[in-house]
């Protein structure tokens, strides 16, 4: 099987822990980072507190390819993103000359000491402008920072998107018209089997036609149709409705 580049993915923000704001960036990072065959491995979510951001952003960044964060990039005081990564590498916050440019430019005389704070990163940050946006991508080692507001985030990741893309994911949809319980063994046998499949089952309520959802998924397309051939054959006779 092709290796697979990994991802871990860090969600910032006590309004995200305390019920307040609905995460969904690690969902839009999750789906794209699939699409681009990339696979993430773990999604944490985390107070804004900047021993907890830096001992995060280290042991994510020792353990994955990338690493993506959301939140707390803001000119307000629990905006400490960029503070905790600078603590959990031990390096200092610096203003960068660019951003502070950008802002000078763009505020003029109105320009205050909130605004200068969205101009500090961790020393040895990449700052990456784009026509396109009002405020440039910042990332720090194989760290990519972004803000918490969707809209922003999303905007920031497609520009950048297609340098994450490796080898694709293979994937198939098997819909059922059966129990869970009733083709486990089979699915236990095929996992065993077939070690660079992923295989997952997913009951779906409410649905006339099927009970049950079988993903099976590689990077391998031989492994992927042999697996699907052997699988296939251990079901139940009008179990199987259709493979998309």
């Given amino acids: ?8 993915i860090i969600i910032i ?21 699939r699409g681009l065959g990339v696979d993430v491995q773990r999604i944490t979510v985390i ?9 995060e952003a280290v042991r994510f960044s020792g353990k994955y390819d990338y690493v993506f964060t959301s939140g707390g990039v803001g000119p307000t005081h629990d905006d400490v993103t960029m503070a905790g990564i600078a603590r959990g590498f031990q390096v200092s916050l610096k203003q960068d000359s660019k951003i502070t440019n950008l802002f000078s430019a763009r505020y003029g005389s109105t320009m205050n000491q909130s605004v200068l704070k ?10 990456e402008f784009h026509d396109s946006m009002k405020f440039p991508i910042v990332s720090f080692r194989n760290i990519y920072i ?12 497609s ?11 293979h994937l198939k949809r098997l819909y059922l018209n059966c129990h869970e319980s009733v083709i486990a063994g089979a699915l236990n046998a095929i996992v065993e089997k ?32 042999q697996a699907l051939d052997d699988l296939v054959q251990t079901f139940p006779e009008n179990c ?4 998309e």
């Fill in 13 to 33: 923000g006590n309004e995200i822990l305390s019920g307040k704001v609905q995460d969904i960036n690690s969902f839009y990072l999750a789906s794209e980072l």
């Fill in 194 to 225: 077939y070690g660079d499949v992923t295989i997952g089952s997913y009951p779906v309520l409410g649905m006339a036609d099927f009970q049950v959802i079988v993903t099976a998924e590689t990077k391998c397309e031989e492994s992927l149709r």
């Fill in 118 to 127: 969205m101009a500090m990163v961790p020393e040895g940050s990449t700052v």
């Fill in 1 to 8: 099987m092709k290796t697979a580049k990994t991802a871990g």
């Fill in 240 to 243: 199987l409705i259709k493979v």
């Fill in 47 to 55: 107070p804004d507190d900047t021993v907890v951001i830096g001992q």
């Fill in 159 to 169: 520009m950048i998107r297609e340098k994450f893309r490796t080898s694709a994911f």
């Fill in 146 to 157: 972004f803000p918490g507001i969707p809209e922003y985030m999303q905007n920031k990741f």
